[in-house]
């Protein structure tokens, strides 16, 4: 995997600098956010916490992976400007646990139950069907003569 740093721009105003990259992979998978994070937080040497990756692309058919790294100053920085889902897909915040896994919580075990038996539910009758109600016209009077 080969890593290049393409552009570099300083942003004072948001406390970060700006790196365009290019990550080459012949013969492999495109890495992940990951090991990409590694290699430029170790080729910047910048701490791997304040480092984010933007985003990755790799072309189709191409063993090469462009995309975009911001590098912060402060740890706080980071965390003020920085989408949720950007720290979410870095690792530097856990997901959020989704709203149903807590209603579907077991409300107690087995062995804690009464053990007393619910009453059998009786089975229901069937709906009498609409067409014996109703009385065919040539069945309702015979003519008379």
Do not use: C
Not at 19 to 30: K, M, N
Not at 68 to 76: K, P, V
Not at 100 to 116: I, L, Q, V
Request: cysteine-free; overall charge positive.
């Amino acid at each position: 995997m080969d890593l290049v740093v393409r552009e570099q721009r300083p942003n004072p105003l948001l406390k970060r600098v700006e790196y365009s990259f290019e990550v080459a992979h012949v013969g492999a998978a495109t890495p992940t956010v990951e090991t990409v994070r590694a290699e430029l937080a170790k080729s910047l040497k910048v701490p791997k916490d304040r480092l984010v990756i933007e985003w990755m692309r790799a072309r189709y058919g191409t063993p090469v992976t462009r995309g975009e790294a911001l590098a912060y100053d402060t740890a706080d920085a980071l965390k003020a400007v920085t989408r949720e889902h950007i720290l979410i897909r870095n690792g530097l915040k856990e997901k959020p646990s989704e709203k149903g896994a807590e209603a579907a919580a077991p409300e107690a075990p087995a062995a804690e139950k009464s053990a007393e038996p619910s009453p059998p539910t009786p089975p229901e009758k069937p709906a009498p069907k609409a067409a014996e109600k109703a009385v065919k016209p040539a069945e309702a009077k015979p003519k008379s003569e």
